[in-house]
Every structure is written in structure tokens, then in C-alpha cells.
């Protein structure tokens, strides 16, 4: 069945590659190339600490992102974000993390409720957690299968993410080389939406989260 | 509609006081990010030279590779296209547009899709097109193109934008701060983002092991286009592939650097597949337009490496040509030294002004793109083979006649005496002819210098030292 998806030809697409080679003469340039190599180093990473002690990658991951743009806070400086952040309504996505946070915020005042796209791009706050963060890039990964959805990180003004100390990594490759399964929606973020598109000036909140808010759990 | 020559398309842009000091602004911007965000990296120099030998491997495994990622991307329930040019992709877009009933398209940033010029097939086909990364938007109501792949509307300051939002967006109030129109196109492409059937996106990197798409957006508009309308489709250019997630990894790292100096993305997506029972949002149809428009014609090519650019934006930061001209110079999608070399690959047909073969002229050849090359794509030596091609092609024939004549007197002392010795005598005339046929665009904004009154041999035969 999986052959009604596929359109074109293949075959036809393929046999294009190196039709051309024929009628262009290889002449080697000044800078030739390195022999082909199917290896990717690992990258290595100056501002992560050679101590991969979890107290060592956690200060690491909060240095990395609030050099990002998020702010980082304890769970007891939660129900103060509701004023500063003026947060009136929410959603939460599945974690057992995330409902916690919710569950303060209720407390705090906040509306919460679950995902459900009209009231996501009405909340002031998206509350998720996270399936690992990144000490190198101060990045969370939110994972569509364990969220249970895409948009709570995404469409409120507010991001508000747990973070279990226990998944922080050092760097990227540490995450992306791991062999994971990917569920259909697989997303580093790193700091609020910005853009530089009208001067340079940096800008946030463009299209996803104003601000991003971690709390270490 | 940009004119027709690179000559007239330079003059207008070298004109332009906003372009020359946003470009400027911009460009040194960048550059100074990338050089910091490079250098948090242990041997930068070590990574990019691997990346090369790496995104060589692939390309030279080119059709395995594709066919992988193909089946694993079947496997995941997506569709695959196979587009083998700008017609075939297209059509097929707009058929998907067509079958179900998408009235209203949103679009993340894709240089793939601008060059095929998916936007005006869709919209004559009744499709309400809206490109929803900020710099494009600007572009898009304009009626303008990209002059910078990573910063569209580098040319326009914040009074154009505003003049642009009051007259095209329906701005009632006028806003010139960034923060107030930057919050403006929140409000205005939120509206069209909740109400969009189809979402279309570019891909930075298939990746061949999972069948997965990675898509990075500084805006979020990548994550939006790709979770909340019902089908996506996303057009990879065929040579953005990798084999395995350790590639995926070296290349993510250098491509943020490189454009930015952000040490990723903010959000860096991988799409695996449409959504899945469970989630509760997500596309239900994920489309994958595999597009070759010219690409695999360049394997086994002097030009070959030309396939393992990233589409970084760091050459075109470096470039002293493109610092001064801009990006509409160039009179096609991608400008710099990347764009110089790949139009006339690429785009021959399809390109403005007929002439996309003397863009390999306008270099300097001095380097700086290799240097700034997060895959150092030898781009200097890949615009002489550009201009050794055209020379062999024919043409230059004029000027293939005057080197033949100039080495041919050069090779015989008595001529080169009697040449040397003819210059001197007429030397008053020199600033006069300097300003005629084809010296003067040389001479325009140049001074001429003073020649002497003996030659160099006559003053050391005379025991002049």
C-alpha cells in the first residue's frame, strides 16, 4: 500500500545522477578534496564542562539557556511568573511533570486545561516537559508522542517547561546519536521565537512563545 | 521585475542608501556572530574539513542514499514525489492543493520553492499563498524577491516596512518600532495559520536512516506550517540528505554557526511521518517533493561539490562583492558566491537576462567564501571552472582573439620593445584615449597612472638604477 504514496518515477529520477559527467571534463581544481568519508565526528563542545556530573550539566544547561533567551526558575518561584507573565489561562500537555506545574499554577489562579487547538491559541501559557535538554545549546526536546501534542510549546505567549534534571546531556550529538525512536514531531527548542528580519533588532515572540520558562525538577 | 543585465541590476542596487547600509549592518553582523559561534567549538577548522569529506561520501552514494530515505519515508506513512524538475514538482503540489480543496496555504521559508516559483503556479490556480517568515511576508506584499537567503528583506528599513504593512496588510494605525511591527505580523499570520489547509516548507536535511525531515526556524513559522494544517508538504532539494543521525548531528552544529552564530536554531524540527493515532494535532498527510530541478546532472561533475552546500548564507556575509551589491544583483534566487556558481548550473533556462554565465565574473576570486564554507565548498576555484567553461564554449571570442594577439607580441622581445617604447612616446594621449570605448567603464571610477617618460629598459641601459 505503501506504493499509492510514492509518485513519479524513481527510476527515471535516479538515472539522472551523473548524466552530466560525460560532457564536463574533471579538471582538479587548486583546492581538491579530502577522500570521502561516510564518519561525522563527534563535535566537541568548549562550553560544556569535562565533568559530566549531573550538578556539573545542570549549571552548565542553565548558563547555555539563559544565554538562549529563557529564564530559568525554581518551583517556588512559580506562582510568582502568574503576575509578571500576567497569566490568566493555559494549557498543559500529558508528562507527569507538566501536569504538576500545572497543578501549582491552578493553585496560583491560572485556568488550565488540556490541549485543544482554539484554547492553546487563546492561553497565555503552554506547560510541557521535556524528554531530554542540552547543556552546549541550553535546549529542551519535546517529544509529540510523550506531549501528546505539538502546539501546547508552541501556539500560548508563554512557554513553561519542566526540566527532570535527570535528562539533561551534554551536548546535541549526545541526544541525536543516541538512536532514539522519533515519534512524528521531534523539536529542540532554544529560547523564545525570534527574529532579526526588520533591521537586525532582535525581536521575540514572532510567531511562537514571547518568553520560555525552565524549571529544574 | 528586476533588469535584465547584472550590469543594470548592479547599478540599481550600488544606488540604493538603505540597502548599502542594512546590507553592510547585516552582513558584518553576521559575520561576527559566526566567527564567536564557531569558536565554542573545539577545532572548527577539523569539523568543516570533515563535514567535506563527509557530504562527499554522501553525494557519492547518492542514489542509495536516496532510495533509503525514500522507502523509510514510505514506511512512515508519508508520500514521496520524485520532481525532476520545477514543472513536475508544481503540478503535483497544486494536485495536492486541488484534491483537497485547500483554499487558504501557508509557507515557511524555502529557498527550494522560490525556485521553482511555486507561489504563482498556486496562486493562478485560486490558492491563497502566505509566506509567514517575517522578512518574506515583507517581500511577499511588496511584490519583491529575497535579497539574502537567511535575511529576505535585508534591503527595506522599518519606515518601508511600515509603508508596506499601512498599504498591503491593512495597518490602520501606523507602527514603526520593530517590537510593534513584528507584533502586528504575530496578530495578522496567526489568523492565517489557524485557518490554513495546506502548510508547505523547504527541509534542511532528510535523513536517510529514520526517514526523517529536519526543518530549523528561528520564528517558530517552520512548527506552525508543520502542526496545524491538515497536510503538509515539504520540498527537500535532493542533494540535502544525510545518511545517519551522527551526519545530521556534525552539520546541525556547523549550519546555526555559520548562518547566525546561534548555537542552534531555535527550533529545530524533525518531522517522522504525519501524525500519529494519539496525538492531538499534527498533519494528517505529510508529502515529501523530492526535487532534482538540475541537481543530480552535476554528480561526477568538476562542479559536484557544489551539492554539498547547506544553504548557510556565510559565503554571501563574506562575499566583497555581494557586501556591495546585494542579492537582487544577482537577478535569481540564490545570490553570492554560492548563487554565482549554482544559477548558471541550475538555472540557465530559467534565469533573468539570459546571461547567468557572466555572474562567474563577478568575483573577486579572493577566497573568503572557501574560508567562510561551513562544508568549504572550494567556491573560488568552482567559479574559474565556470568562467573556463563559458571561455570554451565560445563565448569570448573577441577577447580570446585580443590574449591571442597580446602573448603572441609579449613572446617576441623586438615587438615588446617596440610596444613598451610606443606607449611612452604617446603617453599624453593616454588619459585621453582612457576615457574612450571600452576603457571608460574602467577608467569611470578610476585614476589612470602617470606613465614615464622612458621606458624601463632604456632608463637601465642608460646606467639608471
Not at chain 1, 552546549?136 to 505567549?157: E, F
Not at chain 2, 542608501?17 to 564567536?36: G, H, Q, Y
Not at chain 2, 503556479?121 to 509567514?132: C, H, P, Q, S, W
Not at chain 2, 553570492?336 to 576570486?365: I, Y
Request: proline share 6%.
Amino acid at each position: 500500500m505503501s506504493a499509492e504514496r510514492e509518485h513519479g518515477s524513481r527510476q527515471r529520477f535516479l538515472a539522472g545522477i551523473g548524466a552530466g559527467a560525460s560532457t564536463l571534463p574533471l579538471v582538479p581544481g587548486p583546492h581538491p578534496p579530502p577522500p570521502p568519508t561516510p564518519s561525522a565526528p563527534p563535535v566537541r563542545y568548549k562550553n560544556v564542562p569535562a565533568d559530566r556530573g549531573a550538578a556539573a550539566l545542570t549549571e552548565a544547561f542553565v548558563i547555555s539557556a539563559i544565554e538562549a533567551g529563557a529564564s530559568v526558575v525554581t518551583l517556588d518561584e512559580l506562582p510568582a511568573l502568574v503576575g509578571m507573565h500576567s497569566l490568566v489561562t493555559g494549557v498543559v500537555s500529558a508528562e507527569t511533570e507538566a501536569v504538576t506545574l500545572a497543578s501549582i499554577l491552578r493553585e496560583a489562579g491560572v485556568a488550565v486545561g488540556h490541549y485543544e487547538r482554539a484554547a492553546a491559541a487563546a492561553a497565555d501559557v503552554g506547560i510541557t516537559s521535556c524528554v531530554a535538554a542540552i547543556a552546549a545549546t541550553g535546549s529542551v526536546v519535546v517529544d509529540s508522542w510523550v506531549a501528546g501534542s505539538r502546539a501546547v510549546s508552541l501556539l500560548p505567549r508563554v512557554h513553561l517547561c519542566a526540566v527532570p534534571a535527570a535528562a539533561i546531556v551534554a551536548t546535541p550529538g549526545d541526544f541525536l546519536r543516541s538512536g532514539r525512536p522519533l515519534p512524528s514531531n521531534l523539536v529542540l527548542i532554544s529560547g523564545p521565537s525570534r527574529t532579526g528580519d526588520i533591521e537586525q533588532i532582535l525581536t521575540t515572540g514572532v510567531h511562537g512563545p514571547t518568553a520560555v520558562v525552565l524549571v529544574i525538577v | 521585475m528586476p533588469p535584465d543585465t547584472l550590469r543594470d541590476r548592479t547599478a540599481v542596487a550600488v544606488a540604493d542608501p538603505v540597502l548599502k547600509s542594512n546590507l553592510r549592518n547585516a552582513v558584518d553582523r553576521f559575520s561576527t556572530a559566526r566567527e564567536r559561534g564557531l569558536g565554542e567549538l573545539v577545532d572548527p577548522d577539523g569539523l568543516r574539513h570533515a563535514a567535506r569529506a563527509m557530504r562527499g561520501h554522501i553525494i557519492g552514494d547518492w542514489a542509495p542514499t536516496l532510495e533509503r530515505l525514500a522507502d523509510k519515508l514510505l514506511a512512515n506513512g508519508a508520500h514521496v514525489c520524485w520532481a525532476t524538475d520545477a514543472d513536475e514538482a508544481n503540478a503535483y503540489i497544486r494536485d495536492v492543493a486541488r484534491r483537497i480543496g485547500a483554499t487558504s496555504v501557508v509557507k515557511s521559508k524555502s529557498m527550494a520553492t522560490e525556485e521553482i516559483g511555486l507561489n504563482d503556479v498556486l496562486a493562478a490556480d485560486g490558492r491563497k499563498v502566505t509566506e509567514t517568515d517575517l522578512g518574506e511576508w515583507i517581500i511577499q506584499l511588496a511584490g519583491e524577491h529575497p535579497s539574502h537567503i537567511i535575511v529576505p528583506a535585508v534591503h527595506r528599513n522599518r519606515h518601508q516596512i511600515a509603508d508596506t504593512f499601512q498599504a498591503e496588510a491593512g495597518m490602520v494605525e501606523r507602527r514603526t518600532e520593530p517590537e510593534e511591527l513584528t507584533a502586528f505580523a504575530r496578530t495578522a499570520l496567526r489568523e492565517r495559520f489557524l485557518e490554513a489547509d495546506l502548510g508547505i516548507s523547504g527541509a534542511n536535511l532528510g535523513v536517510a536512516d529514520t526517514g526523517s525531515i529536519v526543518l530549523v526556524t528561528n520564528e517558530g513559522n517552520g512548527r506552525l506550517v508543520t502542526s496545524l494544517p491538515k497536510v503538509h508538504i515539504a520540498v527537500l532539494g535532493a542533494e540535502r540528505i544525510v545518511q545517519t543521525w551522527d551526519q545530521a548531528d556534525l552539520l546541525l552544529a556547523l549550519l546555526a554557526r555559520s548562518a547566525t552564530g546561534q548555537r542552534l536554531t531555535t527550533y529545530t524540527s524533525v518531522v517522522t511521518g504525519p501524525r500519529r493515532a494519539g496525538e492531538a494535532d499534527g498533519p494528517d498527510e505529510l508529502h515529501v517533493v523530492i526535487l532534482d530541478n538540475g541537481r543530480t546532472g552535476l554528480a561526477g561533475t568538476e562542479f559536484a561539490e557544489m551539492l554539498n552546500c547547506i544553504r548557510c548564507g556565510a559565503c554571501l556575509n563574506v562575499c566583497p562583492v555581494y557586501r556591495q551589491a546585494g542579492g537582487h544583483a544577482y537577478g535569481w534566487v540564490y545570490p553570492g558566491p554560492m548563487g554565482a556558481v549554482l544559477t548558471p548550473l541550475l538555472a540557465a533556462k530559467e534565469a533573468e537576462g539570459g546571461g547567468p554565465a557572466e555572474l562567474a565574473g563577478a568575483s573577486t576570486l579572493c577566497g573568503a567564501c572557501m574560508e567562510a564554507c561551513p562544508v568549504e565548498i572550494p567556491l573560488q576555484d568552482l567559479l574559474l571552472a565556470l568562467r573556463r567553461k563559458k571561455a570554451t564554449e565560445g563565448g569570448a571570442r573577441g577577447e580570446h582573439a585580443i590574449w591571442r594577439a597580446w602573448s603572441e607580441a609579449w613572446s617576441r622581445p623586438a615587438l615588446y620593445r617596440a610596444g613598451n617604447k610606443a606607449a611612452v612616446r604617446m603617453r599624453r594621449l593616454a588619459p585621453v584615449a582612457a576615457k574612450l570605448g571600452l576603457a571608460k567603464r574602467w577608467t569611470a571610477g578610476r585614476e589612470l597612472p602617470a606613465l614615464g617618460e622612458r621606458t624601463f629598459t632604456e632608463r637601465w641601459a642608460s646606467g639608471e638604477r
